[in-house]
C-alpha cells in the first residue's frame, strides 16, 4: 500500500522506485499518481494506481479493491480473457493466438482469476516455468511457436498481440533486453525490434539487435512516434 501521508500533492520518495522526490499524487479524486521515473504514462484512475503499486493486472487490482470495500468480484473463465482484453486492449482472437489461458491466482490469501500466457525457449518448446524468483524468462510466441521469416519484436505480450492482429508474425519479450541464449530462434530471419520510447529500452534493444545478428539474422529497429 501506500502511506495516505504522502498523498498530499506534494513531492515525496517513491513508494515503488525509492526515488528521493519524485513522486506525488496528482488527482485523489480519480487516484492518479505520478513519478517522474517510474509511472510517468498510463497513470490517470486508481485501477491502474493499484496495478502500479502491487505489480498485479487489471482484473487483479479490481479484486484488491472489491476485497478492501468488503465485496467480491466474481469473474469466471468464460469471461475473464475477453475482460482481460479490453481492458488492455488486445484482440481476443490474438491473445488466443498466443496461447492465453484462464488460470487462478492466490492474492492475500484469496483465490483469483487471471489470464496467463506461455513462454517459449530457446528450441522453441514450451516452458513449465515461466519465472524464476520474480524475474521473466522465455519468449511470447504466437501459433504455438511458428514464426515466418519476417518477424516484429516487442517487449511484452500486449504489442505482440496486438501487432499479429493487424498481420505481423510478433514476438513478445518479458523485459527490455533479451538474453544471448535466445538468439538462435531468429537465425537467418528478418527482425524489426520495436522498443518503447524511453532510453532503457533502447538500450536494451539495441543489445537484443546485436545479439541476433550474431547468429545471422538481420536486425532493424523501428522508432514509435
Partial sequence: GIDVAILDGRHHPCPKCG????????DLND?????????????SDGISAVQWISGCNFNEACQIVFDYLGGRLELNASTILES??????????SAKSFGA???????????????RFPMYGPDNFLLKG??????????FL?????????????EGVKDACAAYSIGYCA???????????????????????????????????????????GCESRVGKATLT
Fill in 31 to 43: 487516484g492518479a499518481l505520478f513519478c517522474n521515473a517510474c509511472r510517468d504514462k498510463n497513470n
Fill in 130 to 139: 515461466v519465472t524464476a524468483n520474480g524475474k521473466g524468462v522465455g519468449l
Fill in 171 to 213: 514476438v513478445g519479450l518479458p523485459s527490455n533486453e533479451m538474453p544471448s541464449e535466445f538468439a538462435t530462434v531468429f537465425s537467418g530471419k528478418e527482425v524489426v525490434i520495436i522498443p518503447d520510447r524511453d532510453a532503457a529500452r533502447a538500450t536494451g534493444a539495441s543489445a537484443t539487435g546485436a545479439r541476433m545478428q
Fill in 84 to 93: 482481460v482484453c479490453s481492458a488492455k486492449g488486445i484482440p481476443v482472437d
Fill in 19 to 26: 526515488g528521493k522526490d519524485r513522486f506525488r499524487a496528482i
Fill in 142 to 154: 504466437p501459433d504455438g511457436g511458428k514464426l515466418r521469416d519476417e518477424i516484429v519484436v516487442t
Fill in 101 to 115: 489461458q484462464p488460470a487462478d491466482r492466490e492474492i492475500n490469501g484469496n483465490s483469483h482469476k487471471v489470464v
